[in-house]
């Protein structure tokens, strides 16, 4: 594969749409409103969209350090899924019946995001092909298993998954070695930078106003101060900040930043298509410990994206998404090895950035109303739908409605904060270098999930 034609710029979702849109004007002067967001990111958008159509007399203002869609939600895979989080952890405050309500509607989120997006003429390469994830390994075949097992037991006859054999995959897709998959048909596609922009432009149309090129440096009960010095004040105020929260005064050990990049390839000729079949556009997963998750977008290119650098000491971020040339490389060996056809493509942009992790892996809701304050994040990547029905779920619980999203389990949940440097430094890490033997191990031929894996699980905290 020759060298890599541009590294950083954002993503090439915006690349692809033309580059990153005019910044709109920057917050100049103190100003009063009913709610502000900062964050406008899709959390913050939806949460804003949400306001916005159920009381639309409510001042609705959203701050940015950047611009709308800057952070995750410009540089993700594309992947419209739900997340498979602890049920350990939410079943301690909560019934296996709301937990299973909680999943139910994760997956019907892909198909209210299309919904909106159609009614606000958001065209953003939405294609419901459904997901596949793979497994070359036999440790990685008993996985797949046991998450088709608890899945259908968690939602009986309403979970839309299927084992497949590797004869029934290699029908829908050719990766190298796949012993096995699962389908699971709700997942979608998804343009993430056209949907990001579209959606701030329905946000704009329905009276709310977005300030980009605004830091805040303080959110405080009734009020945010911005760098510049000026002042939102608000009975209601939203962290929407996702991977960044650790940025701001007194939230530094709320989550964690994860690194997570991506390579874009050139175009894919007809010809080597054929060899890999991939006709549905499934989005594609593969099963071992380092992950890794692919799509195929609306011209044939392919998206491969994974951990490569997982955390920077002190919780520090990428430079506008410039990644490793060790990431890109490790990146490189996972396209050649699962989809080999691939290997003499170009590719045209390599890109970074960070997703949002809790202590306990978590996502979570939640709205303290005594102190006006609400925030919602901990994704761990899954964010592109989840954030969605955050949005939903903040927007009924800002506005005092008792509605089902508002007794889903990750609503309120208790927050446990991270450790302090170096402990979470060297933990992360840890848990990477375990992964990453875990799957040699694995890859050696061991039939079993790899003990080390186990073990890197309990020194963070992730089951």
Known sequence: MSQVVKNGGVSFW??????????????????????????????????????????PPLKIVVLDREFAGFGASGRNGGHMTGGEWSRRVYLKHASPDRLAAMHRAL????????????????????????????????????????????RRSRLGPDAD???????????????????????????????????????????????????????????????VRATSGCTVTADVIVRATEGFTPQLAGAHLDLIPLNSAMLMTEPVPAEILAEIGWEGRELLNETSHLYSYWQRTREDRITVGGRGVPYRFGSRTDRNGATQARTIAQLLEMLRRLLPPLAGLRVDQAWCGVLGVSRDWCARVSFDRRAGLAWAG??????????????????????????????????????????????????????????KLADRQELGGSHGSSRLADLANRITGRE
């Open 14 to 55: 915006w690349s692809d749409i033309g580059g990153v849109p005019s910044r709109r004007p920057a917050l100049d002067k103190d100003l009063q409103a009913d709610v502000c967001i900062v964050g406008a990111g899709f959390t913050g958008l939806w949460t804003a969209y949400y306001l916005a159509t159920l009381a």
């Open 161 to 223: 998954i299927a084992l497949l054999s590797a004869e029934e995959l290699r029908a829908r897709i050719r990766v190298a070695g796949a012993l096995g998959g699962v389908f699971s048909a709700y997942p979608g596609r998804v343009q993430p930078a056209k949907l990001v922009r579209g959606l701030a432009a329905a946000v704009e149309r329905k009276g709310v106003t977005i300030y980009e090129n605004t830091e805040v440096a303080e959110i405080r009960p009734k009020g």
């Open 378 to 435: 901990g994704y761990v990547g899954t964010g592109v739908s989840a954030s969605n029905l955050a949005g939903r779920t903040l927007a009924d619980l800002i506005l005092g409605r008792k509605t089902e999203l508002t007794t889903f389990p990750w609503v309120d949940l208790p927050l446990r904060r991270w450790e302090p440097e170096p402990v979470r430094w060297l933990g992360i890490h840890a848990m990477y270098s375990l992964y």
């Open 107 to 150: 997956e019907r989120t892909p198909a209210e995001i299309e919904r909106l997006a159609a009614a606000e003429g958001i065209d953003a390469d939405f294609a419901d092909g459904g997901s596949l994830t793979v497994a070359t390994t036999p440790a990685q075949l008993q996985r797949l298993r046991a998450l088709v097992d608890a």
